[in-house]
């Protein structure tokens, strides 16, 4: 575990020879530097290396899983499609609720204090909705607890802990069977099993209300078993995924498409790239990827074999408690799927030689780039009168927003409504610490020909390089540096669409920022 000045977490990695592995980092420095930016950056924040030492190299995959789910080190692969997976959360209070758990961007859970369970897959069966759960468990949805009982009470889906209508101990007897279920130390089998032996003591002392509300509970419980065993019998039966791998050296990334097929039929497609930083890996990516999923079939399909593959399959066995096959297709082994395995790579050479987005090929040859503009800042000032100004910045990379990147502004320096002189300052600001390798290939302004230039200028005072185009909001025309005359690009263009995202993009972060410090005031 190699950590910052900080002591913060910020890379995981696993090694049959620690000394060694640590050596090679530091070792070919200089042509890091020149070959991946990323592992240059790592080696420099690096201020302290902590280790853990396990029996065997299934123990060291499964806890460096662990440990990366945990800390979601910055320089690790962190799954970008995250939001696919539902976290729960049983508060911290005297009588709990469910709730969905939320992370910041740094990975980090936030709000109500609480034990958090997860991941599961959205739309999963084990986790229906957490509506039906609070239900089946008698969880109470409020904030806070009223003077006097809600609907909740009235329809029989909580216990009304507010009027004291359950005790303490009895309410968190219903949240600790739910903590067992999410927590897979017990099944619904098991639940149901107590529930039908309170439905029988209950009917027994003549309490026929509470013995039918146990078996309108049971009822439940019995249809999210019964979906959860389809679902087990799906994942089980002629379910198998397709993963290919390429690599992009240019700008030391991987890209991964993921294919799902049952019964013949593809089901699911999924893409991921990640940084090849460190040791990051073929290997670590799998390891990662079916850690975060709730069921791991038992064949997956790749192109190529992952690093210590016996070791991997034996590790993604303990998590799926069946036999894992991870099988490199050739032609010899079934043309068919070898077949669907290319289908996978052509998509993904086609993937990396043309870009995620094709309307950078065509902005590329409107703006005459000397490089494709891959990554685009934005930048717009929210100015509602003269109180409150902000400015904002936005960042797409591959025509994708990158939230990461994304920067807010207060004016500083500018006591007047001066829109050219507020885009001056933000642009100043944002690339006067920016790291020289972190530049964008393309700078987008909100406004005309003064915004333009007043852009332009900062850059030039940064001694820096970069394009820089701005678009106006009435006609939609383009700006362009040394040009008297605007550039009009027609409506149906990609390449002004992905413009008109940028900008719009940039004005809704600004503007929300705007709203926030003026609801502070």
Known sequence: MMKNKEGKIIYIGKAKN???????????RESYDTSNWKTSKLISKIQDVDFLVTDNEIEAFLLESNLIKQYRPLFNIDLKDQQRYTY???SDEKFPRLLVARRNRDGKFTGTKGKVFGPFVHGSSKLLTIGLLRKIFKIRICNTLPKKPCLEYFINNCDAPCINNVTQNEYMDNVQSLENILAGRKSIDDFIEKMNQDMTSAS???????????RDTISRL??????????????????????????????SKAHILILRRYRGVIRDRKKYQFDLVGDNSFSTFLSQYYYSKSTVPRFIYVNEDPDSKQVLEKSLERIASHRVNIIRLS??????????MDLIVRNLSTYISKGFEPALFDLKKVLNLRSLPKIIDCFDVSNLGLSIAVGSCVRFVNGIPEKSFYRK???????????????????????????????????LIDGGKGQLNSALDAISKLSLKIPCISIAKEREEIFVPNSPFPIVIPKSSKS?????????????????????????K
Do not use: C, W
């Not at 620690?18 to 070919?28: G, Q």
């Not at 502004?409 to 100043?428: L, R, S, W």
């Open 18 to 28: 620690l000394r060694k592995r640590v050596l090679s980092y530091f070792s070919y």
């Open 88 to 90: 729960l959360k049983i």
């Open 204 to 214: 027994s002392n003549l309490d026929y209300e509470k013995a039918k509300a146990i």
């Open 222 to 251: 019995e249809n999210l078993r019964s979906k959860q065993k389809i679902e087990q019998s799906i994942s089980s039966r002629s379910e198998e995924e397709y993963i290919g791998i390429m690599y992009d050296f240019l700008q």
């Open 331 to 340: 032609n010899r082994i079934d043309i068919g799927r070898k077949q669907l």
């Open 409 to 443: 502004f207060k004016i500083k320096t500018i006591k007047d409504q001066n829109d050219f002189a507020m885009i001056g300052e933000i642009v100043t600001r944002r690339y006067s610490k920016e790291d020289k390798l972190n530049l964008p290939d393309l700078v």
């Open 496 to 520: 002004l669409k992905i413009l008109q995202y940028l900008r719009d993009e940039a004005h809704r972060f600004g503007l929300s920022y705007n709203i926030k410090l003026r609801d502070l």
